[in-house]
């Protein structure tokens, strides 16, 4: 039995988008699949609202905020972290012996525009990460801020993980600054995993020629030079279905849904969860004025069992995540992310609201 | 116009393995896709004769031989190249410095077991790396023959890329001996490009502890670890849709052809292309008794346009391959791997015998 997902990642599937990837193979050097892969990086330049390179990679966003990191980071890099996937960055330079700080908050904080000035004011970095929005604490860090405070350090690179929130909430890459900013597949664009992609700009690339050993698969370098040059093509063989499902997913979001009106709707189901919260006595964890809009992590102020909670919703064919790593059954998610309807995630809450004190 | 591919990789997938794409999504840490993978495992376990781990990765087969050769080299690695996937092996040590040496045939040769004594007993490393099937040249190893070899060099870990033939030829791993063998969804599988996998050996993961800076993504002690600790789940979002064809595709293979019959189907299938090129006044690339069964290199004697006759295949509804880099034009390759019948080669050589002398 199939289960709606409310989880932040994979999220379900419409069933023509799911229909795409049973299209039949077509070379990976045909004149096809390069006009194909123009179509999906200019209608990503829309979605990104960036004029900088796109970049594909078959791998989940880890992958590319791997290689990001790995290529660009020539002297030391500063991680500003508010939950998991913050530490993953911290985690990916440890992993490659990329020399890096880790700055983090308590979770549920963002990542404040002022203590990212006072770090990048020690001349000690050339690049900086943020996460946009962390699935971990359901906090959205303020880029316009940090990209204001960024503009007083214009040489040091800015990457942003933006793998839980591009499609979802707007981020406008070229008038924020942003070096690298990497999504993937199974978040708020709304296709399976095993996709990521990124923008990139040609500075950062300039400055990542100084790096050493950046490995093959995820060296944005030769990424870039593959798709600037052949063009539109990637070194190894690309996953061919995710293509096709992702040309036709981003048809539908810039030319049915429209922006707008995407975004829009998901600020509507982040402001319904909340609501729920409150009325159904929990508490929000993250800090006020700095919550996702396109998952929200709830405290379990009412100490119910999260996973008895999760299988009694199961029967009923819904499912929602438990808190994460440590803020597992102290907290539990609710994502609202994708092509998730409002009219859907009320079902939910309702039946929430009845399960909840069972 | 979709055409047939006779090109070593993307293949043709059976409809019905594409329509498993299609499958809606579920969570990535459910009960559901722990059985599937697990299920994955076993199959390939079986096709790889052997009871070493198996480990999946959402990238194509370059991504685990970088995270290979990266992961298990902590002395100096040998690569034993005879084309473009053989190099690929030294491209992937250079770029993420691990000491190696490159030892390269003229193309069309096979990397001969008495080679490797020389180099093995030097005793300067600690890895070797063999491709089992060389889809630049058309020349398959004599893996057996290098397995009686290497028994003199026990401590030596052997790194098998069998990208292009796992699926399509025999290869025991444990009885061989291979400490990591590779392989790729979109060639002998009968899959769509977008996942690898490997299995590996205790030893190797052994051996492996003492390799400092592995990275992430594709470190394969972590997969490794995940894999048996969780089990079955991966540090990362997996490709699920891939893992739902490859599920459906693997139980046919093992349970409905059975690899014995897939095995000599590519065998029929190679003589089949090597007396039509003959017989056609061509010559094969590869040096007798070391030829590919799943992708046959032609020599273009006759000095035929590639692109040109590539072109009028196209207007019939089929796609040959032209020779990899330096080879273009001076060969021409036709691939006879997955589910390709026998019946549809012979279709593709009757117009090929009637194209050729346009």
Redo the contacts between chains.
Sequence with gaps: M??K?F?P?????S?DI??A????????RTKDIIALQERISKNLQKLFYTDNTIILS??????LM?GAI?SFTAKRAVVFSVGAFGNRWA??AE???VPFDKVEVEWGNPTLPEVIDEYLATGKYDVFTVTHNETTTGIMNPVEAIAEVRKKYPDVLWLVDAVSSMGGAKIEVDKLGIDVCIT?T?KCLGL????SCCSVTERAIEHGKQV????????ILNLYKFVKEKPYQY????????MFALDKQLNRIMNEEGLEVRFARHETMAKMVRKWAIDNGFEILGREGYLSNTVTTIKNTKEISIGDLNKRLGERGY?ISNGYGALKDKTFRIAHMADRKPEDLQKLLDILTEEIDK
């Design positions: 199939y289960k997902l989880i990642g994979p999220v379900d599937v069933q799911l229909d990837f049973a299209t039949p193979m077509i070379g990976h078959t791998s989940s966003g880890t992958g791997e790995r985690k990916l992993t490659n012996a993937s199974q399976p995993p095993g996709m050493k050993n950046r490995g093959f698969y995820f060296d070194p190894t063989t690309p996953s061919i279905p995710h499912m």
